[in-house]
Every structure is written in C-alpha cells, then in structure tokens.
C-alpha cells in the first residue's frame, strides 16, 4: 500500500502565506515527480508545481513568484510554500506522485486526498 498524506490547508486572508506539506509512506520502492494539483470549483484540475528526483522544477505561470515548493527524499515529502495569496488561489490541492511500490516495476500515479485552501477576507 502506498499512501499520501497532506497537511496545511486552511483559510487565510488575501496576501497571507500556507505552507502545505505531504508525506508518502508505505512500500515504496523508489519516488520519481512529486508535486501539487488544485482545483477550483467549476473548473478543471491543473499543476501548480512539481519537482523530479532530480530536483527540476516546474510551475504553473498563474503562481511564479509567489509559491515555492521543495522535496525531502528522506523521507519523501514535498512542500508548497504560499506567499502573497489571492482569492483567486482558492482550491482544493492535491498532492501526487510518481511512485514505485516494492510490487511493481514500473511507476504509478498517487493521490493525496486534498486540502481546502480558501483565500478569503
């Protein structure tokens, strides 16, 4: 079994700062990409950071500048860190990663259950 483990959403006032954070556990074998998905209500899901076992890393347009998110290989987990939110930011984020279980050998797609981040004043 493999299983993702977020924390950190809540509500916060436009301009403040969240720190989400996910941690994997489970049988893993070996964790490629890790990274963040939101998604609003009425629209679809889209990335908002991700970073390989490399530590290349990608965001999304709408959030450069403002979020940064780092990885821990010991053990795997991943950090978003919010600044300067906008209402806009309001969400339910995910976490997902690239993982090998000891029982495969090949990569999967994990989910995280979701975190509510509300942007509000």
């Known amino acids: 079994q493999v299983q993702l483990v977020e924390s950190g959403g809540g509500l916060v006032q436009p301009g403040g700062s969240l720190r989400l954070s996910c941690v994997v556990s489970g049988s893993i074998f070996s964790v490629n990409a890790m990274g963040w998905y939101r998604q609003a209500p009425g629209k679809e899901r889209e990335l908002v950071a991700s970073v390989t076992s490399g530590g290349r890393i990608n965001y999304a347009d709408s959030v450069k500048g403002r979020f940064t998110i780092s990885r821990d290989n010991g053990p795997n987990t991943v950090h978003l860190q919010m600044n300067s939110l906008m209402p806009e930011d309001t969400a339910v984020y995910s976490c997902?990663?690239?993982?090998?279980?000891?029982?495969?050998?090949?990569?999967?797609?994990?989910w995280g259950p979701g975190t509510q981040v509300t942007v509000s004043s």
């Open positions: 997902h990663g690239q993982i090998r279980p000891y029982y495969s050998t090949s990569f999967h797609d994990y």
